[in-house]
């Protein structure tokens, strides 16, 4: 192999130039020529690619976002979009490409290993929801703002005596919510992977109030309602007053935090050299701090990320 690209797809993560540089530069260290697909998948159907250097990626590592810019693209989804982007990456030479992104990323990087085209997934989100890695880059910093946002809101709370919701990201996955609730104190977590009851909610709040707590906070990741919702039902069976917040696409921003650049920096790395290697078709990972790959098709059909309900169990008995 002596020519590989790189893209990013889908919604952007803080750590995913860190991920960038580390192909570039592991690529050019191992006499690569490496190409910068802009855009997403709808860059790599329009042929928006130019070769990086190794100045291309300095001063990358500490910023959000993408330098490569990100797309949603539904063309990609079709046949004739995904040959049309092969044909692009052939008219150039490339003959591997690195996906940083999430779930529906690797969609495509799947699609077009299928056809014949090498692709190795490296898993850029906040969400933490793909199958085969314990994290994925971004998920850190994500957590980190959440818990500075609830930290505020805890002064605000304290003084008013109020219970506050927070409204965190999380359509399918509820890692945000729980690793965030848990490292904010939270008294109460709803993530779409259990059902809730109101009435426990309610419950949990009275108790806290008669035995004199000052303020209460509900993380609620946004797949399971809307915290306005929440809010509502809790005036209803209990006539508190609630508070809610929305924290929204601050989540996605800000400067990766150490432990996201690392795992970027190793993550990026380790999908060049299984480019190298000629082991097309893979995704890479983390696991007990070990690097792993596996099958990139089988993982998606096979696999399912999961949350880790011991540590939902230890956030309410840490909450009572
Ligand atoms: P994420 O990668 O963050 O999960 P999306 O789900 O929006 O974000 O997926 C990003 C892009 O990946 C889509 O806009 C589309 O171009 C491509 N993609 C998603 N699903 C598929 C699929 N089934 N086949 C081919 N490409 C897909």
Not at 238 to 255: A, E, K, P
Request: glycine share 14%.
């Amino acid at each position: 192999m002596k020519k590989i690209g790189v893209l990013t797809s889908g919604g952007d993560a803080p750590g995913m130039n860190a991920a960038v540089r580390a192909v570039v530069r592991k690529g050019i260290y191992h006499d690569l020529e490496v190409y910068g697909i802009y855009g997403g998948y709808a860059g790599l159907i329009s042929g928006n690619i130019k070769k990086l250097e190794l100045g291309s990626v300095g001063d990358i590592i500490h910023r959000g976002g993408t330098v490569l810019y990100s797309a949603r693209c539904e063309e990609f989804k079709t046949k004739e979009g995904q040959q049309k982007g092969i044909e692009q990456l052939k008219k150039l030479g490339i003959e591997g490409l690195v996906v940083i992104g999430g779930d529906g990323s690797y969609m495509g990087a799947k699609k077009l290993t299928e056809q014949g085209f090498p692709c190795v997934g490296v898993p850029g989100t906040i969400d933490n929801d793909i199958p085969g890695t314990e994290f994925t880059i971004g998920f850190d910093t994500a957590l980190n703002t959440v818990i500075d946002a609830i930290d505020k809101i805890r002064d605000t709370a304290t003084s008013h005596e109020r219970t506050f919701i927070i409204e965190v990201m999380g359509r399918d996955a509820g890692d945000i919510a729980l690793w965030a609730g848990l490292a904010g104190g939270a008294e109460t977590i709803l993530v779409p992977e259990e059902n809730f009851s109101m009435d426990d909610i309610c419950d949990r709040l009275k108790k806290g109030s008669e035995r004199g707590k000052k303020h209460s906070i509900i993380i609620v990741a946004e797949g399971v309602g809307s915290g306005v919702e929440i809010s509502q039902k809790i005036k209803e069976l209990t006539n508190y007053d609630t508070r809610v917040s929305v924290l929204g696409h601050m989540q996605r921003g800000g400067s990766p935090t150490a432990s996201d650049r690392v795992l970027a920096s190793r993550l990026g790395a380790r999908a060049v050299e299984l480019l190298i290697e000629g082991r097309g078709g893979r995704a890479v990972g983390i696991v007990k701090n070990e690097l792993v790959d596996y099958d990139i098709i089988e993982a998606l059909e096979t696999k399912k990320h999961e949350i880790d309900m011991g540590m939902l169990k230890l956030s309410k008995e840490l909450s009572i």
